[in-house]
């Protein structure tokens, strides 16, 4: 069973530093393209970065300069990398990621989520 595993997240002090982890488990050859979205309490969902299976990343305004998004192809996990997080990057964490299934069709899957919470 395909499945998007995260891990990493957890409760960090103003300025500190947090690595998101998504691994892309079970049967496909590979990813396509990874996204981290995050939602905070009462705000809409927002892209905060993302990353193509040729290296290409983009990244929200609000983190520019402060996260690091990549992936690791052979062992099919993405990263997000924060630093110098703020109170207002606390939200829940989500990764969704386009997989090269084994039929070559492109199937889309979401992990459960990860919350970060960075105090002030």
């Known amino acids: 069973q395909v499945q998007l595993v995260e891990s990493g997240g957890g409760l960090v002090q103003a300025g500190g530093s947090l690595r998101l982890s998504c691994l892309a488990s079970?049967?496909?050859?590979?990813?396509?393209?990874m996204v981290w979205y995050r939602r905070a309490p009462g705000k809409v969902r927002e892209l905060v970065a993302s990353?193509?299976?040729?290296?290409?990343?983009e990244y929200g305004d609000s983190v520019k300069d402060r996260f690091t998004i990549s992936r690791d192809v052979a062992t099919n996990t993405g990263y997000l990398e924060m630093n110098s997080l703020k109170p207002e990057d606390s939200a829940v964490y989500y990764c969704?990621?386009?997989?090269?299934?084994?039929?070559?069709?492109?199937?889309?899957?979401w992990g459960q989520g990860t919350q970060v919470t960075v105090s002030s």
């Open positions: 969704y990621a386009e997989l090269i299934m084994e039929t070559s069709a492109i199937d889309s899957y």
């Open positions: 079970g049967s496909h050859s590979g990813i396509n393209r």
């Open positions: 990353i193509t299976n040729g290296g290409y990343t």
